[in-house]
């Protein structure tokens, strides 16, 4: 008889270990929460899916093994994978090392993995939620669900984390984990929008700007990110900030002041800066300030600006009565620095992934547990994660092909 493989979960790392445990002979079952697989997959890289990433650097995962990661990722590699996803029928391009499908839809590569999961004969069960895994007398094990009581030689726990709202987001990682005595850390959001306690917030909601994100911590620089920042109602989104989230979240637990520096215009200095204003008040000095940063910053940025360097949009830099280097000195200071103080990260249903998991100690290379033979663990489940870019994605391509070849007995 086949070896009976129970996957938990349709994710990107349970439908990998499901082929790949198929290809190599075994009798493969996915559990599912969801009336479909996939749903996260489908809400990556904003529906685009950026599906792994060229350049990528083990080094930049955070673990309790690195050097685990570092074999798994060898294992099954990103190169492995573009190669994979256009073998089973997926073209893709890469922007500076992130690839995408080239439909730059995440539909794409999921209807090509249940193909190939269906094609390798993986049956699904959806809409079962499973609640425990135990020990059976007569079976290795046996999985319970809220309907159903379903018996393997060997489990594949692939029931990601509590990241995003996307239905299906679990704890049962954590719950699997208490019930073996397996080591754990707890799961905690990272790649997760920042919460400010800034004034400026309820006038620039909904501002998306290109930005300079500098990292400060207890007043010293950390570390500078640039790319899209999205300024919203609590605070401050998008990938630099993700980027930056780990160590805001490190800094804020260990009690520590967290303050953003955003440079509104990266690609100009401050010297640049102060010329171009020169150059605009000499060619209209009737303009007031919310005119002449009109061609600056997006509209709802002025206010908030304005607002922070005291002025008011209709008075004119020359005005009588007014001080025109002072006020203008500490406008332009706010355009390439503006400070976002950091009360701490948004939710765990707000976050794209979450620190924590079971913990590499725990599991031999093969993602078998060392203590329960025929027990794995796969994707965001591990106590593995790492930064936007596609890492995350890889990391659950290469843990889902570790552990299903495996389980089924392969090399
Ligand atoms: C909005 C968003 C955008 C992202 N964009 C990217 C990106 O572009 N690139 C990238 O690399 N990463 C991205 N990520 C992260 C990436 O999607 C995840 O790291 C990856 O999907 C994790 O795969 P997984 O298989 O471990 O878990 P999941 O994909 O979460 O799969 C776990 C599955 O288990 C099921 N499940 C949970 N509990 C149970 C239960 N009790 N019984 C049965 N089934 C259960 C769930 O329904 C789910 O289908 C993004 C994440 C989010 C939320």
Redesign the pocket.
């Known amino acids: 008889m086949n070896k009976r493989i129970m996957i938990?979960?349709?994710?990107?790392?349970?439908?990998m270990a499901a082929v790949w445990a198929a290809r190599f002979g075994a009798s493969v079952t996915i559990?599912?929460?969801?009336e479909k697989?996939?749903?996260?997959?489908l809400?990556?890289?904003?529906g685009?899916?950026?599906?792994?990433n060229r350049m990528l650097d083990p080094s930049q995962y955070q673990s309790d093994r690195p050097e685990l990661v570092k074999k798994v990722l060898h294992a099954f590699s990103p190169e492995d994978t573009c190669r994979w996803f256009e073998k089973i029928g997926l073209r893709t391009f890469d922007r500076q090392g992130w690839v995408y499908p080239c439909t730059e839809q995440a539909s794409s590569v999921l209807e090509l993995l249940l193909w190939e999961a269906e094609r390798q004969h993986v049956h699904f069960k959806n809409k079962?939620?499973?609640?425990a895994v135990s020990r059976g007398d007569d079976d290795p094990f046996l999985i319970r669900?809220k309907t159903w009581e379903y018996a393997a030689d060997a489990v594949i726990i692939?029931?990601?984390?509590p990241?995003?709202a996307?239905?299906?987001?679990?704890e049962?990682a954590r719950q699997l984990a208490e019930s073996f005595r397996l080591p754990f850390r707890p799961f905690r959001p990272v790649?997760v929008p920042l919460q400010a306690s800034d004034s400026a917030l309820s006038v620039w909601n909904g501002t998306r700007v290109h930005a300079g994100v500098r990292l400060f911590i207890d007043g010293l620089p950390h570390r500078e990110e640039t790319g899209e920042v999205q300024l919203t109602s609590y605070g401050i989104s998008g990938i630099p900030v993700f980027q930056l989230s780990r160590a805001v979240s490190a800094a804020l637990d260990a009690q520590k002041q967290v303050t953003l520096l955003l440079d509104f215009l990266p690609e100009v200095s401050e010297n640049e800066l102060e010329e171009l204003w020169r150059e605009r008040e000499l060619y209209d000095s009737t303009k007031p300030y919310g005119l002449l940063l009109a061609g600056l910053l997006p509209e709802r940025l002025i206010p908030a600006v304005l607002a922070a360097a005291g002025l008011k949009k209709n008075i004119r830099p020359s005005m009588e009565d007014h001080d025109e280097n002072g006020a203008v000195h500490v406008l332009l200071q706010l355009l390439k620095e503006f400070p976002v103080r950091i009360r701490k990260t948004a939710s765990p249903e707000q976050?794209?992934?979450c620190s924590g998991g079971i913990c590499l100690s725990a599991l031999q290379d093969s993602l078998c547990c060392r203590t329960v033979p025929g027990l794995y663990a796969?994707?965001?489940?591990v106590n593995v994660d790492?930064p936007?870019?596609?890492?995350?994605?890889?990391?659950?391509w290469s843990s889902?092909f570790v552990a299903g070849r495996a389980a089924a007995g392969g090399n």
């Open positions: 938990i979960g349709g994710g990107a790392s349970g439908l559990l599912e929460h969801n697989p996939g749903k996260k997959l809400a990556s890289g904003n685009k899916c950026n599906l792994t079962e939620e499973v609640l669900t692939a029931s990601g984390s990241a995003s996307v239905r299906g987001s679990s049962l790649l976050a794209q992934i796969a994707g965001e489940a790492g936007c870019g596609g890492y995350n994605l890889q990391w659950a889902g």
